[in-house]
């Protein structure tokens, strides 16, 4: 039987009424997509949803493919279950839990075909790193958590948590660096619009679980775009 952590009273939410895409909570069980989605399709993971602006554009551009948004905040989460349901995505779910726990205790493993992280809380103070979403054991869990040929796809606009996420991203043995997709590329959240043109440059990665025993593999695939 699988151990389980408490979960902060901030990420429990009333019960969403029946036309919502919001999941109801079971935090004692592994989510089971075949029952979240009319359609038995592909499954991407975005934890640290914000406000949707990345994953309503994306699942409206793959309608053959389901896609789940992790967010912890409520105000962000009603917006992405309102626009979504106006847009008419079926293939879109969200869920009101720390994208930690959720990625531990909640997805099955070997059940997603892509995790997307893009732009966690940088924490930019030396003495707050360990607080980092992404570090060694978060690519344990995502290695875990994808099937064979899965791709992990992170951004951010901090240089140091970029380094980070390369290191550790390289050093998961389940891992491939690869390059991110263009049209994946061309998809940005409004937040990543608007420092873009201020200057500040996005910082990409990716890598893919493996299907094959783990091998070594030189740096990552890492990119750097306006």
């Keep these: 039987m699988e151990a389980t952590v408490a979960i902060p009273a901030a990420a429990t939410t009333a019960a969403a009424p029946p036309d919502s895409l919001v ?3 079971d935090i004692m069980n592994r989510i ?28 409206a551009l793959h309608p053959e493919r389901n896609f789940l948004a992790v967010e912890r ?7 992405i279950d309102r626009k979504g349901r106006r847009l008419g995505l079926t293939n879109l779910r969200a869920l009101r839990l720390e994208a930690s726990y959720v990625l531990e205790w909640m997805i099955q493993p070997a059940s997603l075909s892509a995790l997307h992280v893009y732009f966690p809380d940088p924490w930019p103070k030396r003495r707050h790193w360990k607080r980092r979403l992404i570090n060694h054991r978060f ?25 980070q996420m390369v290191e550790v991203g390289n050093a998961q043995a389940a891992f491939t660096p690869v390059t991110e997709p263009a049209e994946l590329m061309a998809v940005i959240t409004d937040f990543e619009a608007d420092f873009n043109k201020d200057g500040i440059a996005t910082r990409h990665a990716a890598w893919e679980r493996n299907t094959a025993a783990p091998s070594q593999h030189a740096s ?5 775009a306006p």
């Design 32 to 59: 089971q997509f075949s029952a979240c989605f009319p359609a038995e399709q592909p499954v991407e993971l975005e934890l640290g949803a914000g406000d949707g602006s990345f994953i309503l554009k994306y699942s």
């Design 23 to 25: 999941l109801p909570q």
């Design 139 to 163: 690519t344990e869990l995502a290695a875990r958590a994808l099937k064979p040929g899965g791709r992990f796809f992170v951004r951010t606009d901090d240089a140091s948590y970029f380094e």
């Design 73 to 79: 905040l409520l105000g962000r989460l009603r917006k």
């Design 220 to 224: 990552p695939e890492a990119s750097t």
